[in-house]
């Protein structure tokens, strides 16, 4: 299935050369496009690496000294900010505990919707999308003024169960499609030859849905790591995640772009390396499974 | 097609009738109890989603019905529909309904158009094609208010954003020192916005179409060029149609994350020349106006014509939710 047609065309006739030489001509359109879409990324990377005044010059200098400034900055090293560290943890936190959550919740479910499928699935797995439909805004005041009426405002595990809320349909509706990719007929055998529950679980359905488990729970912490409406009406001092800090470091001090770049680079760390481990697993789990 | 079992009978009249006798009774008892362990994985996500999102969802509802400003604690009473009367009648509502729209279709068409091409162009093989998928993917794994922060200071800034400082460079290559320096943000503000969304989720695109594209079957492709079909007719008549509830999938995640966008504007244009969408009016109507009644008239309001929108798209156009898909 991963297995691409680059055999296509070895052959020596000249249709075949043509196709060859407009094979390398895409080739280079796609490498082009792929610089296109990272020179961002890369320009804000470098940025992070140049002292203030070099971060914000024009035309750019592109091969100024590098310098560790921007960095030293973030963490607080020069004594002028806040610790970013607060911020970070609460953002882990928030982000696995709740991706946790969402697959001891989503796992059995997609379980009933796929496996054993309960009558009118269609319609139970119409009511988890319509619950992501629901422009998370509608439901913000009502939580707002409950959180400060119990005193659960500016605390990390109210985050943790809205941002559960706010993955789970979509980790419903990506695990149902991996497990209804499990064929029945190896259900039915498994259930002649007196297989039970766990048996069956273990041997038959983990293996198809391990690779989805692991694109759901990726795709729920990088919602999750990102989410910022939230966190901002509802955290203050205490439990403020990193995209929060992130947007507190430009509004109260004024402009620093290579802090700013440098930050930026430090938060979106962790879901790069997560992204770039599992790319694989997120091509897989985001289509293959939601669609089939 | 997943076997379905026997209607399953209200919870309710299990206490009203009284102990079953005979067979048949038996079977159907354990039928129902065998509905309901069928069901019972279901429940806790069930019930967690309704308590979180559905009863804050109500109190909405019954907030949009009431007077009710932070700032006036004492004027509280029954509104009727005085709050609805004022959504509609704002202008400022009005124009970010449109906003919204049209930052929503722009966004996930172009995106889905883009990721179409880029999944087409990595779908053949050529070297360093992990490096180039690995480098499209990128914009989609910046957290996104990192990547409005950057966009708005270190590309559209106009005295020392990137694209600015490329057309001096550019300009200065020719000799000239009078580069056009446009204020990008300021002039086509809804766009800067537009092309900040549109790099973060044509990768999440691409991802979805790409492994729809690997999931063909190559023989067919093939066989069709063995017959000596076009490049056009091969991916007319067979990758298209394939490709359909992939492009399905891909415009519904995506419009369901986009509508409801505030990272974007909250950063780069905090709402302001024409780009407020609904979600930041209504975080404004809340946070800046403490209108509580007014802000959840905007919620329903909002919540409605999205359902609205939402089962009209999965019921009638898309294929997604059919049955059939599990066979």
């Given at each position: 299935m991963t297995t691409l047609s680059t055999v296509r065309g070895r052959a020596g006739s000249p249709a075949a050369r043509r196709r060859r030489r407009t094979g390398s001509l895409l080739g280079l359109a796609a490498w082009l496009c792929g610089i296109a879409f990272f020179l961002p990324v890369a320009w804000m990377v470098l940025t992070s690496f140049h002292s203030e005044t070099d971060a914000a010059t024009n035309p750019p200098s592109v091969g100024a000294g590098l310098s560790l400034h921007g960095y030293r900055e973030f963490f607080g090293a020069t004594g002028s900010g806040v610790s970013p560290w607060p911020p970070l943890v609460n953002s882990l936190t928030a982000s696995v505990v709740s991706t946790l959550l969402v697959l001891l919740l989503a796992v059995p479910a997609a379980y009933a919707l796929a496996i054993k499928p309960v009558r009118k699935w269609s319609d139970v797995l119409f009511f988890f999308l319509s619950t992501k439909m629901l422009p998370l805004v509608a439901g913000l005041l009502p939580v707002y003024l409950v959180a400060q009426n119990t005193g659960?405002?500016?605390?990390i595990w109210l985050l943790v169960i809205l941002y559960t809320s706010m993955n789970l349909p979509i980790a419903v509706w990506m695990m149902r499609s991996f497990l209804a990719e499990v064929p029945v007929e190896m259900l039915e055998a498994a259930s002649i030859d007196g297989a039970g529950l766990a048996t069956t679980l273990t041997r038959i359905v983990a293996p198809v849905a391990m690779p989805g488990i692991a694109a759901t729970a990726l795709i729920s912490f990088i919602f999750s790591w990102n989410e910022l409406l939230f966190a901002r009406v509802l955290?203050?001092?205490?439990?403020?995640?990193s995209p929060v800090f992130l947007t507190g470091l430009v509004t109260s001090?004024?402009?620093f772009l290579a802090k700013v770049c440098a930050a930026a680079t430090v938060i979106s760390l962790p879901v790069l390396i997560a992204g770039f481990a599992a790319q694989d697993k997120l091509v897989q789990g985001l289509s293959l499974g939601a669609v089939k | 097609m997943p076997t379905h079992t026997t209607e399953p009978a209200p919870a309710a009249d299990a206490a009203l009738v009284p102990a079953p006798r005979g067979p048949n009774v038996r079977a159907r008892r354990t039928g129902r109890a065998k509905d309901w362990a069928r069901r019972a994985p279901l429940l806790p996500a069930l019930v967690f989603l309704v308590v979180v999102t559905q009863l804050p969802f109500l109190a909405t509802v019954v907030i949009s019905f009431t007077r009710w400003n932070a700032l006036a604690?004492?004027?509280?009473?029954?509104?009727?529909?005085d709050n609805y009367r004022a959504v509609f009648t704002d202008p400022a509502m009005r124009a970010s309904v449109g906003t919204t729209v049209l930052l929503t279709v722009t966004v996930v068409l172009v995106s889905l158009l883009l990721g179409l091409g880029l999944a087409l162009l990595l779908d053949r093989g050529f070297r360093g094609r992990g490096i180039v998928r690995t480098l499209l993917i990128t914009p989609f794994l910046i957290v996104p208010v990192a990547s409005a922060l950057l966009w708005k200071?270190?590309?559209?800034?106009?005295?020392?954003?990137l694209l600015n400082g490329s057309l001096t460079w550019i300009w200065r290559l020719f000799g000239s020192e009078h580069p056009p320096q446009p204020d990008w943000m300021t002039d086509s503000p809804l766009a800067a916005v537009e092309m900040s969304l549109i790099w973060q989720w044509t990768p999440f695109m691409m991802l979805i179409l790409l492994a729809g594209l690997q999931s063909r079957a190559s023989d067919a492709v093939e066989a069709a060029r063995m017959d000596g079909a076009s490049a056009w007719d091969i991916f007319r008549y067979l990758t298209l149609p394939h490709l359909r509830r992939y492009l399905e999938l891909a415009a519904l995640l995506g419009t369901v994350y986009v509508v409801q966008n505030f990272d974007a504007v909250f950063t780069i244009t905090s709402g302001g020349l024409g780009t407020a969408n609904l979600p930041y009016t209504i975080y404004q109507t809340v946070y800046?106006?403490?209108?509580y009644g007014r802000a959840s008239a905007q919620g329903v309001v909002v919540v409605l014509c999205s359902l609205l929108v939402a089962t009209f798209a999965l019921r009638t156009v898309s294929s997604l939710l059919r049955e059939e898909v599990t066979s």
């Open positions: 659960m405002l500016d605390s955290t203050g001092v205490v439990a403020g995640t001090q004024g402009l | 604690p004492d004027n509280r009473g029954f509104a009727a529909l200071h270190a590309l559209y800034n106009a005295s020392y954003g800046q106006s403490h209108d």
